[in-house]
């Protein structure tokens, strides 16, 4: 009787084809072999593909170096980014939330007016650093931004916004001043008509230093209604019923503190006081109201008499 295997002599019965991983390979690069050698029989045939090919890249520089030498490479390059933004908006990587954080001043709607910026867009045609320096630069509340692309479909908006300390009169104009006397274009002054009033040239140089020595005095601050910078050197303030204060050069937290002292201890202000002169280190000057005066030199008379 024959054997199975003088019957089927091509069959390996004794290995099993899944357990022989290099013959399967094997095999693989022969099957390649045979059909690149079949390929190489049509000369004809791989001729054609390698002119096509060839006639791609002679196009491909023909282009390029249209581009360069008309000086409209930015414009090639910008064809390519718009088509690659294109294709990954096809591909989901799209806008479709912004998330605005920060914003108590400014509208989002004005954010996002501004930037020009709409669902559906690829989220990668957006530029952090572009739209960052755009919000900085014209919306009038924004102190810094920062822009964040959450993908694949997110756009996350950090706003720090300006607080407002005072009004400014510049150049017979009013405008809001923060702390640090960066000034709020644009921003309605009639809202806040609460704050300290400023005039002087050189008041945003001096906001800070002048603000940082007020805060240490928490209950003379709310009495101050206006403050001018005289030469851009010292202040004077007026506070509560049109006092004025004539403050130092140097060492303006310590004025403020006498100031406060000696309201403290003498009631100062709630007295018929025109003016306090601050500007001497060692003493602290009052000059009362003409009817004040009047009358205590009446006072005086009749004691005499």
Not at 193 to 217: R, S, W, Y
Request: net charge negative.
């Amino acid at each position: 009787m024959p054997r199975l295997i003088d019957i089927f002599p091509e069959h390996d019965f004794e290995h099993d084809p899944a357990d022989q991983p290099h013959d399967r390979e094997g095999r693989g690069a022969q099957a390649a072999a045979r059909g690149l050698a079949e390929f190489k029989k049509h000369p004809t045939l791989v001729t054609s593909i390698l002119g096509f090919c060839a006639f791609l890249l002679f196009v491909l520089s023909v282009v390029v170096i249209w581009y360069i030498n008309t000086g409209r490479m930015d414009v090639m390059m910008l064809r390519l980014t718009n088509l690659g933004h294109a294709i990954s908006a096809q591909a989901g990587v799209k806008l479709v939330e912004i998330d605005i954080k920060g914003a108590e001043r400014s509208r989002p709607q004005d954010i996002r007016d501004l930037l020009d910026i709409h669902n559906g867009q690829s989220l990668l045609s957006l530029k952090p650093a572009i739209l960052e320096s755009h919000l900085e630069a014209n919306l009038p509340w924004v102190r810094s931004a920062r822009v964040e692309r959450a993908f694949p479909q997110k756009l996350i908006i950090h706003v720090d916004e300006k607080v407002p300390a005072a009004i400014w009169k510049r150049d017979q104009k009013f405008v809001l001043i923060d702390r640090n006397g960066t000034t709020i274009e644009g921003a309605p002054v009639d809202k806040y008509a609460n704050l300290i009033l400023m005039d002087g040239d050189k008041v945003p140089e001096q906001a800070t230093t002048f603000f940082n020595a007020l805060d240490q005095e928490p209950d003379l601050k709310p009495l101050v209604q206006a403050a001018v910078l005289i030469s851009g050197r010292r202040w004077d303030i007026r506070l509560g019923s049109s006092i004025t204060a004539k403050l130092p050069d140097q060492g303006l937290a310590a004025a403020f503190s006498t100031l406060a002292r000696t309201d403290e201890a003498n009631d100062l202000l709630s007295k018929d006081v025109e003016l306090i002169d601050l500007r001497l280190e060692d003493r602290l000057i009052l000059r009362l109201r003409e009817a004040e005066a009047s009358r205590v030199l009446l006072n005086r008379k009749g004691s005499a008499a």
